[in-house]
């Protein structure tokens, strides 16, 4: 997936500022897909200069003009075409991993603080996640509805961090009986 497409998502539902996007990315997506507020503008300025975007400006008393963007008929149709692509599966490149992996060269406790570390990382996450979904389940029928494709990414993050802790738990029980 590319950054553009994220934004194109989320430009689909609303019009908005670079700083509303990345807002928006990061409370709705940001459970899966990290992008900087660089990164955001600098898709911005090329999708504009694609036409995928028109950009209007808003007078703001004391501050530069707010930039807002909104999504263009050429816009539209780029995203509908990517989105009737097949996905491809994300290949991991995760340092732990490689740092387990060469575990022979390093001492247990250190092994032990760095699960701990990210184990504590990846408990913050569920907690967020779980009430993110708790705050889904409230919804009325029809918003429920309006939101059910997001509630099934929010699902798999959920899944995805109780797995990562349930094999949290397999290392660190590897570790105690070795």
Do not use: C
Not at 46 to 59: D, F, Q, S, V
Request: charged fraction near 25%; aromatic fraction near 10%.
């Amino acid at each position: 997936m590319s950054l553009k497409h994220a934004i194109l998502v989320l430009l689909e539902t609303e019009s908005g500022s670079g700083y509303d996007l990345l807002k928006r990315f990061r409370e709705h997506m940001g459970y899966f897909w990290n992008a900087s507020h660089q990164q955001i503008y600098q898709q911005l300025k090329w999708m504009h200069e694609a036409g995928w975007l028109t950009l209007r400006t808003e007078p703001q008393q004391g501050k530069p003009d707010r930039k807002v963007y909104e999504l263009t008929p050429t816009g539209h149709n780029a995203l509908l075409d990517w989105l009737a692509e097949t996905s491809k599966p994300q290949k991991v490149n995760d340092s732990l991993l490689v740092r387990l992996y060469g575990g022979h060269l390093r001492e247990a406790d250190n092994i032990r603080a760095d699960i701990a570390h990210h184990r504590k990382l990846y408990e913050q996450n569920r907690a967020a996640l779980l009430s993110i979904e708790q705050h889904y389940l409230a919804l009325p029928e029809a918003e429920r509805q309006r939101y059910r494709f997001p509630y099934l990414t929010l699902r798999r993050g959920i899944l995805s961090v109780q797995a990562w802790l349930d094999w949290a738990d397999e290392v660190d029980a590897f570790l105690n009986h070795q």
